[in-house]
């Protein structure tokens, strides 16, 4: 199940927001709007936080722990990909040798673009 977490709940971050999202496709998806979330095997960002990319500010609304096994279609898509299946040989191409481990968690991190 899906946990949701506010800041004084969360552990402390093992790495900064301006990790969140390095790859340069990734970073095209989440400007054109394709890619609205990102998983890492860590927590990067506190909700509220912002991410900057190319002079565009994304702020983080949602930080929660889930499983590999818990991905649905609609997750992958909030990843900029078509299905799980898409995401998944994405992931492992990034980290060849990775096993893909159904009760492996990741920090899930849910972000909207900032309006004035």
């Known amino acids: 199940m899906t946990q949701q977490h506010n800041n004084n709940e969360l552990p402390p971050k093992t790495c900064t927001i ?9 970073v095209e998806k989440v400007l054109a709007g ?11 960002a506190d909700i509220g936080e912002i991410m ?20 649905t279609d609609e ?21 060849p040798g990775m096993p893909w481990l159904p009760q492996m968690r990741v920090w899930v991190h849910e972000f909207r673009p900032v309006t004035d």
């Open 18 to 26: 301006e990790r969140l999202v390095t790859v340069p496709e990734d």
């Open 34 to 44: 394709k890619k609205t979330a990102t998983r890492r095997n860590g927590r990067y």
């Open 52 to 71: 900057s990319l190319q002079n565009q500010d994304f702020v983080v609304e949602k930080v929660y722990s889930q499983s590999l096994g818990e991905l």
């Open 75 to 95: 997750h992958a898509q909030q990843e900029g990909y078509s299905n799980v299946e898409e995401y998944k040989q994405s992931i492992l191409s990034y980290h």
